[in-house]
C-alpha cells in the first residue's frame, strides 16, 4: 500500500504542480484512511485538481503560500 500511495502522489503532482495557486502535494488521513493532499493558495486553484488519483481521494487545502525560510 505504502508504495501504491507513493506513486499516486507522484502521479498527482505531475498533473497539479507548475499550475498557478497550487503551493504543494501530500500524502495524509481522512476519516482513518490514506489520502492524497493538495495545498492551495486559494480555493479557486483547488478546482482543477482531480477528486482521486488511483483510486485513492484528493483533499485540497487552503494554506496559502509557502516561502522558504
Not at 497550487?22 to 481522512?30: L, N, R, V
Amino acid at each position: 500500500m505504502a508504495d501504491d500511495i507513493k506513486a499516486a502522489q507522484r502521479k498527482l503532482s505531475g498533473k497539479v504542480m507548475g499550475k498557478a495557486g497550487i503551493s504543494g502535494t501530500a500524502i495524509g488521513e481522512k476519516n482513518g484512511k490514506p489520502c492524497l493532499k493538495v495545498y492551495v493558495s486559494d480555493s479557486k486553484a483547488g478546482r482543477s485538481v482531480p477528486g482521486a488519483v488511483a483510486g485513492f481521494p484528493v483533499v485540497v487545502e487552503v494554506t496559502g503560500g509557502f516561502h522558504r525560510l
